[in-house]
């Protein structure tokens, strides 16, 4: 009771108390932190992004997603500190009031999944990013595509995420993550461009069967299929190309896209092709055939004469 007399929320959104709102984000009530993070989103103004990326990092989740929600209300106020705190891990420092804390913080994220947290400068890494995707501010574009290089495993997962909301501004920074030397960054790239949709990331998910990479082929071609008929053009030019790779994924992405205009194509790799390239050709006709329900009738039996 005393802390709810001292900080009155509404009270203080009323008069548009920003200042006492900051105050009440230190208070020692969960939920009077979580209101006083919800109300100064409401309220606006460029001073409320400092004190709200403080309380990303507060240890309820309650807290947090307010003070995450107030900052993708915030928009264009809020990019440019978040931006920083995604591109240098000491920054989210200057948000602590002693040394960040240490100790597991479980954070639940869309969908229910969960991350076992470090410290608080992770906490505002990690929402930083999801934040930025909601804001979808281009300058946000190049440092989340950075962050899939981050040594924090669930900055990049969140990072991929975010990214792949900004739609065909993600591809060509995306488009350069694929000759990473890491494969383990080829892999994320092309999956998010698959998560685009754009079909601006077709040709480079086509370059990237032919990554010497197994992994980083398969999640290649399961993004071209994911892609759909913007895809189907290029797959099927791609089951005539020099390289046995790029014939057998694009084969097998155009069963799971399942456009017939592609069954002309996959005849002549059936035909052409080795042991390997006409079984995959022929599942992929008869997939297609089905779902179009153009399948082969049964043989009638014959008839007397």
């Known amino acids: 009771m005393a802390e709810e007399s001292r900080f009155n ?22 939920l009077t932190r979580q209101r006083a993070a919800l109300a100064l989103g409401d309220l606006g103004g460029g001073q409320a992004v400092a004190p709200l990326i403080r309380a ?23 990019v440019g500190p978040l931006v920083e705190l995604i591109k240098d891990p000491e920054a989210s420092r200057k948000y602590e009031d002693s040394p960040a804390a240490g100790g597991t913080t ?47 495993d669930d900055l990049r997962c969140q990072a991929s995420g975010a990214i792949a909301k900004f ?29 685009t949709g754009d079909p601006g990331a077709v040709d480079p998910l086509i ?35 020099a390289d046995r790779n790029v014939r057998l994924y694009a084969a ?15 005849q002549e790799l059936a035909r052409s092709g080795d042991t390997e390239e006409k079984s995959v050709a022929e599942d992929a006709i008869e997939a297609i055939r089905m779902v179009s329900g153009k399948a082969a009738p049964e043989p009638s039996a014959p008839t007397s004469r």
């Open 252 to 266: 097998g992405a155009l069963k799971y896209i399942g456009n017939p205009r592609a069954i002309d194509a996959l």
């Open 106 to 152: 479980t954070v639940t994220g869309p969908g229910g999944q969960t991350w076992e947290l470090e410290t608080r400068s992770d906490l505002r890494r990690v929402y930083a990013s999801a934040i930025l995707g909601e804001i979808g501010d281009p300058a946000a574009v190049e440092p989340l595509a950075r962050a899939l290089k981050d040594a924090n």
């Open 9 to 30: 929320i509404d009270n203080l959104r009323a008069e548009k108390d920003l200042d006492g709102l900051v105050e009440a984000l230190g208070s020692d009530d969960g």
């Open 167 to 195: 739609g065909s501004r993600a591809v060509e920074p995306l488009t350069g993550l694929l000759t990473d030397p890491d494969p383990e960054v080829r892999i994320v790239a092309a999956g998010v461009l698959g998560d």
């Open 56 to 78: 990303l990092g507060d240890p309820l989740t309650a807290v947090r997603e307010a003070a995450a929600d107030s900052l993708t209300l915030l928009g264009d106020a809020a």
């Open 207 to 241: 370059g990237a069967l032919r990554d010497g990479n197994t992994d980083v082929r398969g999640a290649a071609g399961g993004a071209l299929f994911r892609m759909g008929d913007a895809a189907v053009e290029p797959l099927v030019a791609a089951t005539k190309d």
